[in-house]
């Protein structure tokens, strides 16, 4: 196993800033490592809290850490979310949580196609991303333009341009049509495959009112609660799993622009 690199082996900041992510998840690690490369940060891991505070305490100056990115949904964030926060108050520190169990998914998982992707397919999207056994398979819509299209590229969810590919498909378990469109309805009923369930009309309406308050509560609970509870402890930000690359880069973005203010 390659070791993380760290600060120490770095002699100069790099151009858009250091970013120390704390995360023991493999796969996720690598996912946002990517995305700030890509974005022309410069990422040290820590799978450990140990880690993390060996690579600040190794580093020739705990100023070249621009950035620090911890879970605080797992014991690993808490140690090492305390740590930073009282011994370099200076770097702007950003949260990850909402973390799902996606080994639960599997051959159980519900395979969903969404027809329609205006408000009530993106907020679909948004709900499904965070259920380990519900699985987009596709999403499709007239309007190439549409909301729940551009949200479903960030998070790699396929985007099927012709409706009638998708809803003839026979590798999906439920069709989900929020188009509200009569003619929609009736065109899945005739050309869907036999086996494939529907939901549509006032059924998916209410599966759309539902989230909508579901979305409105989790808001609540994070600002009346999480939010508060992180901003005592100094946290600037906080991302919700999994996180869109645009997202993400624009938190970090802003910390590291925080810090350089900081530092004038």
């Known amino acids: 196993m390659t070791e993380p690199k760290t600060a120490a082996m770095f002699g100069s900041k790099p151009g858009n800033g250091r970013v120390l992510l704390i995360e023991d998840d493999p796969g996720i690690c690598q996912e946002l490592r990517t995305t700030l490369e890509a974005a022309g940060f410069d990422v040290l891991e820590a799978d450990t ?73 993106r907020a679909l999207l948004d709900v499904f991303l965070h259920l380990p056994d519900a699985q987009v398979v596709g999403i499709t819509d007239k309007d190439p333009e549409a909301t729940g299209l551009q949200f479903a590229r960030e998070f790699e969810i396929p985007v099927v341009p012709d409706p009638m590919d998708l809803i003839g498909r026979d590798d999906v ?48 609970v994070l600002r009346s609660e999480k939010l508060a ?26 910390a590291v622009e925080q810090h350089e203010l900081s530092r004038l």
């Open 229 to 254: 509870d992180m901003i005592r402890d100094g946290v600037k930000d906080f991302l919700m799993k999994p996180i869109g690359k645009d997202r993400l880069v624009k938190a970090v973005a802003s």
């Open 173 to 220: 378990d439920l069709i989900i049509d929020v188009t509200g469109d009569p003619a929609m309805e009736a065109l899945i009923a005739e050309n869907k495959h036999e086996r494939v369930e529907v939901l549509s009309g006032a059924a998916s309406k209410l599966l759309w009112l539902l989230v909508q308050r579901e979305r409105e509560i989790q808001s609540y």
């Open 49 to 121: 809290e140990d880690r993390a505070i060996d690579v600040a305490k190794e580093g020739e100056n705990p100023l070249l850490l621009d950035v620090v990115i911890t879970d605080i949904d797992k014991k690993l964030g808490v140690g090492s979310l305390n740590y930073f926060k009282s011994q370099f108050p200076h770097i702007p520190l950003i949260a990850l949580t909402g973390l799902v169990d996606h080994t639960a998914s599997g051959s159980s998982a519900i395979r969903i196609g969404v027809v329609g992707a205006g408000k009530g397919g």
